[in-house]
């Protein structure tokens, strides 16, 4: 197994290791500890008789040796402490992380500028409904993804990778992207041009745009040297909802699935490419940069 899909399933791993270590705790709780406690009574009682002989001959009782002993009769084996000091911390991260919030590291420039590679940030793992780990089926309903959250979910080509977009459909929606242009049922979308984007890294310059979706406003990235049309997609499931020609394409999104495209609309796989993302593969909604290590000033809600 390589190192990303490793990481693709921590949370298997994390669910192992909790229900390892909560095992051998209780095992110790309820059992291996009675045990310790009958053998140092028991010792400790020859210990006491003892004493009680020396005592009646004359001798000063041990009371420093009898403290010593019962700490070493009554010490955990080296596994069951570490494993008993481990599990309510790993137990906690592990609810935590699979209820609460999650992080997640951006490792590519397709959200920019909303997202900067190095942006550590937090998902909130309810907004989108209470899930079961490790099989991630939804058990309890809360709200729904809307268009224009930034939205983490399962690649739907690798499920052991965790991708991050911007939801611009939801079940239903008449997806049109003509000339760089989202209109959505009909409704083309609020664009304001801002100034020229620089890539630092690269040194190029792209446009910038303010653009409104469902009432949230974000800045979107075009390059003009890329062309309109959209290269090669996949031969997705429901790909037949799904026209594409030279000014772009158009989807109908289908029930339980939405559609993602990133903010960086030239440099960036996403629904246009490989297709719809189902329900099942959420895994929660964005909304905090708390750490970017090459810049400090990038913590805090992008939303």
């Known amino acids: 197994m390589n190192l990303q899909a490793l990481l693709g399933n921590f949370a298997l791993i994390l669910f192992i290791l909790t229900v390892a270590t909560g095992v051998i705790w209780c095992l110790d709780v309820f059992y291996l500890s009675k045990q310790r406690r009958a053998r140092a009574d028991a010792v400790l009682a020859e210990f006491d008789a003892r004493n009680a002989r020396l ?139 801002l100034p020229d984007y620089l890539d630092e890294e690269r040194l190029t310059y792209s446009k910038q745009y303010q653009e409104i979706i469902n009432g949230v406003t974000h800045r979107i990235l075009n390059d003009e040297r890329a062309p309109a049309y959209v290269p090669n997609p996949d031969d997705f499931p429901q790909r037949n909802l799904c026209s594409y020609n030279s000014e772009g394409f158009a989807c109908t999104v289908p029930p339980g699935h939405y559609f993602m495209m990133g903010d960086n609309r030239d440099n960036s796989l996403d629904s246009r490419y490989w297709g719809f993302v189902p329900d099942e593969y959420i895994v929660g909604k964005a909304f905090f940069v708390w750490m970017n290590l090459g810049n400090l000033k990038r913590i805090g809600s992008f939303q």
């Open 55 to 193: 005592v009646a001959e004359g001798v000063p009782q041990d009371v420093n040796g009898r403290s010593a002993l019962a700490a070493k009769l009554m010490r955990q084996p080296t596994w069951v402490e570490y494993s008993g000091s481990f599990f309510p911390v790993i137990a906690l991260v592990f609810v935590l992380r699979s209820f609460l919030f999650e992080p997640f590291k951006i490792p590519s420039s397709s959200m920019v500028p909303t997202l900067q590679i190095g942006d550590l940030i937090l998902v909130n793992k309810f907004t989108y409904g209470i899930r079961l780990p490790i099989v991630n089926k939804k058990i309890i309903e809360v709200n729904n993804p809307q268009r224009g959250d930034v939205m983490v979910f399962k690649y739907p080509r690798d499920t052991s990778l965790d991708y991050i977009k911007r939801v611009v459909g939801v079940p239903g929606d008449k997806i049109v992207y003509r000339n760089k242009r989202l209109t959505i049922n009909g409704k083309e979308l609020s664009y304001q041009q």
